[in-house]
Structure formats: structure tokens, C-alpha cells
């Protein structure tokens, strides 16, 4: 962790780059951006469905929660504050797969994995695994990946 003060300068840099981001999409989703002691938060949600909504909640901590198509990830360690515009960037661009990993038997799903790719080539991953209440073998399940769409077509 870095010290709060050089943060907290890093992160209102960061918050700044984001907002001057929101004019490139405000005509293609509703955005709503929240200022608050602790935290900002930014939610976006696009006028297509097929596109990805997001919410991105920025603390003063040095941590972040995200909601990426409904799976909501919270209390990530900021590894660097640079990664979130273009992590908002691949998001609006469609760059998103939702993997979903079921049991083929009960349909049961056994975990999500929500895929961001960035423009550089990296991956942005959380995954989220499922209660399960029996083992089920790799030959027992079946992987359904949905796609979202561009923001601006």
C-alpha cells in the first residue's frame, strides 16, 4: 500500500480522467456519478440491453468494489489506479465475456467468471464460485460464455 496522502492525490487524478471519460458514452447510457467523503462511485447503464452495465465504486481505502452484467465484486486491494480507465473503456467497447459453468445434470450453476480484455491484450477477471453441495467432475459440466456488445455501434 502507498501512503494515503500520495493516494488519495493519485485517486482524485484518477476520479478526474474518469469523468472527463463519461461525455464519450453519455449519449449512448444513463450515467449517474456519486461524491462522497469515502468514496465515488460511477454507475452506467447502457440504452442497448445487449450491452455491458457497470458500476465502478472508487474508496479512499485503497480498495474498490464492481458490479459488472449483475456480478457485483466488492472489496478488491487497488493494485494500480491507472487500470480503471481502461477497464471502463474495454467495458463500454464490449470486450466483456460472462462465463457461467453449470452441472449438466441439474443445470445447477457451479461458478461465473466475468472476463474484461483490455485494448493492451490483459485480462480483467473475477471470478465467483457457487455453493455446491456434491462434487461434480469436469465431464459433468457445461460452460455457457454470454457477449455484450459495444456501447456505440
Not at 485494448?119 to 455457457?144: C, F, M, N, Y
Amino acid at each position: 500500500m502507498i501512503a494515503d496522502d500520495v493516494f488519495r492525490s493519485r485517486l482524485q487524478a484518477t476520479i478526474a480522467s474518469l469523468r472527463y471519460w463519461v461525455p464519450t458514452i453519455a449519449d449512448q447510457a444513463h450515467v449517474e456519478q456519486v461524491d462522497g467523503h469515502q468514496a465515488w462511485k460511477l454507475s452506467v447503464r447502457p440504452n442497448d440491453h445487449p450491452a455491458c452495465p457497470f458500476e465502478l465504486v472508487l474508496r479512499t481505502d485503497q480498495h474498490y468494489d464492481i458490479a459488472v452484467a449483475g456480478e457485483t465484486f466488492e472489496d478488491l486491494p487497488v493494485q494500480s489506479l491507472d487500470a480503471f480507465l481502461p477497464l471502463v473503456e474495454a467495458i463500454a467497447a464490449g470486450r466483456v465475456v460472462q462465463r457461467r459453468t453449470e452441472s449438466v445434470m441439474t443445470g445447477a450453476p457451479l461458478s461465473v467468471e466475468t472476463r474484461v480484455m483490455l485494448k493492451d491484450g490483459s485480462i480483467w477477471s473475477q471470478r465467483r464460485d457457487l455453493p455446491v453441495h456434491a462434487r461434480i467432475a469436469d465431464a459433468e459440466t457445461a460452460v455457457h460464455d454470454r457477449h455484450f456488445i459495444p456501447y456505440r455501434r
